[in-house]
């Protein structure tokens, strides 16, 4: 008989799905609307669009001091992307673990919409990379605790990975023998099932 957790996690995991749906409409429905009104819509956007030069002034000065300990940021971003990026290419291809598809997770299409200025698809760029990088190499070191360490912690874990819910109960010795195996082929989620050593799409 299942556990009232392992329902909650399936209605969770089912109520992510419908939310992926509904985001996909969304997109589609964006599409579909900037190609049928594409003109105007563009116009009608650029309405809401604060100048470059009107954005500066309206920034608050300790706003702007702080901006290059923000932009910083490019330095960890880049290097994190880089080493999970190698990792994954090495380690993955040893452990027959699917590779992740960097495409996936970092995504640059803000730079599009009408409203913005230089400086807030600046932001938007920086924004989506540091979020998309963050996201990667979760999923990548999810999956590698899949691999390694699939076992739930004796405390509850605020905003657990998508792969926690299939990991052994903690002390449960014997689940955690019989099964480690059997759970580390268990990528059926990801998209990438190719042999391994084919190369990645990424």
Known sequence: MKSRIDELLERIAALQEELDGEYRQARED????????????????????????????????????????????????????????????????????????????????????????????????????GNGVAAYTREIAARTEQYWCPIKHARRIRAAHDRYPKFFDYGDAEAFQQGLNRLRRQYDDAEETRAPGRPADD
């Not at 880049?78 to 290419?89: K, P, R």
């Not at 452990?95 to 992740?100: E, F, H, K, L, N």
């Open 30 to 129: 964006w599409a579909r609307k900037k190609a049928e009104l594409a003109d105007e819509f563009a116009r009608q956007q650029r309405r809401y669009k604060t100048g470059l030069f009107r954005f500066l002034i309206r920034s608050r000065l300790l706003v702007i001091l702080t901006a290059p300990v923000i932009y910083a940021g490019w330095i960890p971003f880049l290097l994190m992307d880089l080493f999970v990026t190698v990792y994954q290419h090495i380690c993955f291809r040893v452990y027959r673990i699917p590779r992740v598809r960097r495409a996936d997770y970092i995504v640059f299409d803000r730079a599009d919409l009408p409203y913005l200025n230089l400086v807030e698809k600046f932001n938007c760029f920086y924004c989506s990379y």
